[in-house]
């Protein structure tokens, strides 16, 4: 009876710290995040398999940092692939400000940062990467453009050691690879290249991008892939790949292409999900929101559906 007291006692005291935890964590971040918080941190890792989302997903009025974090919390997610908007705009990084309006003029470049400005915006990231962190959200690949410089490449890797991440994420293409790579290898920081539906990794022969560097992986985008290969499954690809998986994007689309709420459309989620969970890989599989949101609805809505959806995929 004493050690099922102690037991209890332990328990208790355990999940008040991390209630107490989260609240400070999101201390500066405004509105309903403070309910979100206070039931505890969030955890999205379902039976082994690690269940995130690319806050592209949040596109509709969610694009600060704080709100981000705030919609991640409503939907219980632990895992993160973050858009540069947020890291910009938080650590004052040019290019964080969005696009310009229509006909407008191009604006000038911006001045080259000083290294004490480089050094402050690192700052800045490290202190967003605790503000997630703090509030149970892991911050495992960014997506900020790499600019043309080497400067500015190097920037970018610097800018994913803050922020905690193992990766960065981009567009496929091969001579971007071969730029890359020597800096993924001086970093040990992967580059995961997304694929659409006509740029999916290659099944008949070993890929060409991966031989540019140890560093250079994927982030294989299932629904794309089902989409444009007109009904293949992605789990040979997974299958093959999966050493060099990054990251998994997962939406449901149609052979024909469209893009549908999930468990309306035909590619095989449940079963990508499944075969994660059974192999025990470790890469996340992030939730991307494409579909159109009902007018009653909204974008955190949404996402929250689909990880109910790869919850009791995984039960």
């Not at 099922?4 to 609240?23: H, K, P, Q, S, V």
């Not at 995961?192 to 140890?214: C, R, S």
């Not at 709420?261 to 470790?282: A, D, F, H, N, S």
Request: proline share 6%; net charge positive; glycine share 10%.
């Amino acid at each position: 009876m004493k050690t099922n007291i102690i037991t209890e006692e332990l328990t208790t005291r355990r999940a008040f710290l991390g209630r107490a935890a989260a609240l400070a964590a999101c201390a500066l971040v405004p509105g309903r995040v403070l309910q979100a918080a206070s039931a505890g941190k969030p955890n999205s890792v379902f039976n082994g398999v690690r269940i995130g989302c690319i806050t592209y997903s949040y596109r509709s009025g969610i694009s600060s940092a704080e709100d981000t974090l705030k919609a991640l919390l409503e939907d219980g997610l632990s895992e993160v692939e973050l858009m540069g908007g947020p890291i910009q705009a938080y650590a004052g990084i040019a290019g964080g400000g969005g696009r310009k309006a229509k006909g407008a003029p191009a604006a000038p470049p911006p001045p080259k940062p000083t290294d004490e400005q480089r050094e402050a915006q690192l700052a800045k990231c490290r202190e967003l990467r605790k503000m997630y962190n703090d509030a149970g959200v892991n911050i495992h690949i960014h997506k900020t453009g790499f600019g043309a410089s080497d400067e500015e490449i190097d920037f970018n890797f610097r800018i994913a050691k803050a922020l905690g991440c193992v990766g960065i994420t981009t567009e496929r293409s091969e001579p971007l690879a071969k730029k890359l790579a020597p800096f993924a290898d001086k970093h040990k920081i992967w580059v995961a290249f997304h694929n659409h539906t006509n740029n999916y990794p290659v099944m008949d022969k070993p890929d060409p991008i991966l031989e540019f560097g140890q560093y250079i992986g994927f982030n294989f985008d299932i629904g794309h892939y089902f989409a444009g290969s007109k009904g293949l499954s992605p789990i040979p690809v997974i299958e093959k790949y999966h050493d060099r998986i990054v990251s998994l994007h997962l939406k449901d689309r149609t052979a024909d292409g469209g893009n549908l709420p999930w468990g309306q459309g035909k590619t095989p989620i449940k079963e990508v999900l499944q075969l994660v969970r059974k192999e025990k890989w470790t890469f996340p599989a992030d939730i991307e929101l494409e579909y159109k949101i009902p007018a009653d609805s909204n974008a955190v809505l949404e996402v929250g559906k689909c990880v109910q959806y790869c919850k009791e995929a995984l039960a």
